[in-house]
């Protein structure tokens, strides 16, 4: 079985400073992680992914992520959160050996602040 | 935009009757994903389709079917609708069946009265 974590409900950070929307999963065998961002009345949007390879992965609207395999994890960052970058965040894991059906974290919502 | 379409973008509805969410995916996407999103339950994997063929089943009730046309749209058909069904429907495609991004369509908002 597979599952994904994200911890905190809702993350608040001022404009201008570095945000992190934490993820962890847990998986049986390679992980292959994902993000994704939702603006309200909108379908998700794709914005990084980890399949294998360098463990720090850049994305979409200069959004990164980190893939740690000892702490299973995969925060997503970003150096200087813009107003505009408020929206529900997901994240995402599927795994090898069967249909590669993502599994969706709860969700995170970031709030910018001016 | 993503390049997936969904209609209609909203619909109502009363209880116990059927109705039909349609998607057409990016050109050249051979997969298509059904999801239902609830506050309470999050989103929700319903089904898979690849090149015309069921690939994968998840929480998907009886009362709800889907399939791929050979032009590769898809419906989803929900009857016997109840409260609870009230959602939001996403379609999502990708490029193949594999570990590849889902590119998702703007969604269906199916109210239930």
């Known amino acids: 079985a597979q599952s994904v974590a994200q911890p905190e409900d809702q993350v608040n950070v001022a404009e201008g400073n570095p945000l992190t929307v934490k993820c962890t999963y847990s998986?049986?065998?390679?992980?292959?992680l994902f993000w994704y961002v939702q603006y309200p009345n909108r379908g998700l949007q794709f914005l990084l992914k980890?399949?294998?390879?360098?463990?720090l992965v850049k994305g979409s609207y200069g959004f990164e992520a980190e893939f740690n395999k000892s702490q299973t994890s995969f925060h997503l960052k970003k150096p200087s959160a813009l107003v505009s970058d408020s929206a529900l965040y997901f994240c995402?894991?599927?795994?090898?050996?069967?249909?590669?059906?993502?599994?969706f974290g709860r969700g995170t919502s970031l709030i910018v602040h001016p | 935009d993503s390049g997936v379409t969904q209609t209609p973008k909203h619909l109502i509805t009363a209880t116990g009757q059927r109705v039909t969410l349609r998607c057409s995916p990016r050109?050249?996407?051979?997969?298509v994903y059904w999801y239902q999103q609830s506050l309470d339950q999050g989103l929700q994997f319903l089904i898979q389709?690849?090149?015309?063929?069921?690939?994968a089943k998840g929480n998907i009730l009886e009362r709800f079917s889907a399939q791929q046309f050979p032009d590769l749209h898809s419906e989803l058909n929900l009857s016997s609708l109840e409260l609870g069904d009230s959602a939001l429907y996403f379609c999502?495609?990708?490029?193949?069946?594999?570990?590849?991004?889902?590119?998702f369509g703007p969604g269906t908002r199916l109210t239930v009265t």
């Open positions: 980890y399949i294998t390879g360098d463990n």
């Open positions: 999502a495609s990708s490029l193949q069946a594999g570990p590849y991004e889902q590119y």
């Open positions: 995402a894991v599927t795994t090898g050996g069967g249909s590669y059906i993502p599994t």
């Open positions: 998986v049986s065998g390679n992980p292959y």
């Open positions: 050109s050249g996407d051979l997969s």
């Open positions: 389709y690849y090149n015309g063929e069921e690939r």
